[in-house]
C-alpha cells in the first residue's frame, strides 16, 4: 500500500485558523479510512487515495464545514517526499532553516526570477518541480521578504512549507 501525507497550509491548534488534529482525525476517519497526524501543523497521513485531487476537495470541504477554515490541502505520496529529499538543493543549509514549500500545482513561468530580487543575501531558492525549497539562511523565516502573500502572488498556485527535519520526519511516517 503507497502511504502519503496530506499537507495542511497555515492551521494551528489555538487562536484563528484552529484545527485540532484528534477532532480532525475523526472527522477524516469515515471519509478517508485510517489516518494519524504528525504534530500539530496540518500533517495527515493515510493511503493515497484512489482520485487524490477529489480526496484533497473533500478534506478541504470538510475540515472549511467543521472548523471554519479555508485552508489548501497538497498532497505528497512517500516516493514524492523521498524524490523531493533527494534532489535537496542545498545540503549545506542549516535543517531548520532549509524549507521544502510543496505547491499544489506547477509554479508560474519566471517565478524564480520574480522572488530573487526579494531575497535576504544569505537566503537561496530552487525550483524543483512542484516543490520550492527556500533557504532562509541566518535570518530565518521571521526575517524574510518571501511572504505568504509573496509567494502566493508570484508562483501563481499555493503551497505549504516543512522545515527539513519535517520533511524527513514524513518520509519516515509514509515509508
Not at 494551528?12 to 482525525?25: E, I, K
Not at 497538497?74 to 516516493?79: F, G, L, T, V
Not at 524549507?99 to 530580487?117: N, Q, R, V, W
Request: one cysteine or more.
Amino acid at each position: 500500500m503507497t502511504r502519503s501525507v496530506m499537507l495542511l497550509r497555515a492551521v494551528n491548534v489555538g487562536g484563528r485558523s484552529r484545527v485540532p488534529m484528534a477532532r480532525l482525525r475523526e472527522i477524516l476517519e469515515p471519509e478517508v479510512g485510517e489516518v494519524s497526524t504528525y504534530i500539530a501543523s496540518g500533517n495527515i497521513i493515510c493511503a493515497h487515495p484512489a482520485d487524490p485531487a477529489a480526496a484533497c476537495t473533500r478534506v478541504r470541504s470538510l475540515i472549511a464545514a467543521e472548523f471554519d477554515v479555508d485552508t489548501p490541502v497538497i498532497i505528497r505520496r512517500h516516493e514524492e517526499l523521498r524524490a523531493a529529499l533527494e534532489a535537496l538543493p542545498f545540503p549545506d543549509a542549516s535543517e531548520k532553516m532549509l524549507h521544502a514549500m510543496f505547491l499544489e500545482a506547477p509554479a508560474a513561468s519566471g517565478a524564480i526570477d520574480g522572488l530573487t530580487p526579494r531575497l535576504s543575501p544569505d537566503e537561496r531558492i530552487a525550483l524543483i518541480g512542484d516543490d520550492l525549497w527556500i533557504d532562509y539562511g541566518e535570518g530565518g523565516v521571521q526575517s524574510t521578504r518571501l511572504t505568504k502573500a509573496v509567494l502566493d502572488r508570484v508562483l501563481g498556485v499555493a503551497g505549504t512549507a516543512r522545515n527539513l527535519r519535517t520533511v524527513r520526519a514524513l518520509i519516515d511516517l509514509t515509508a
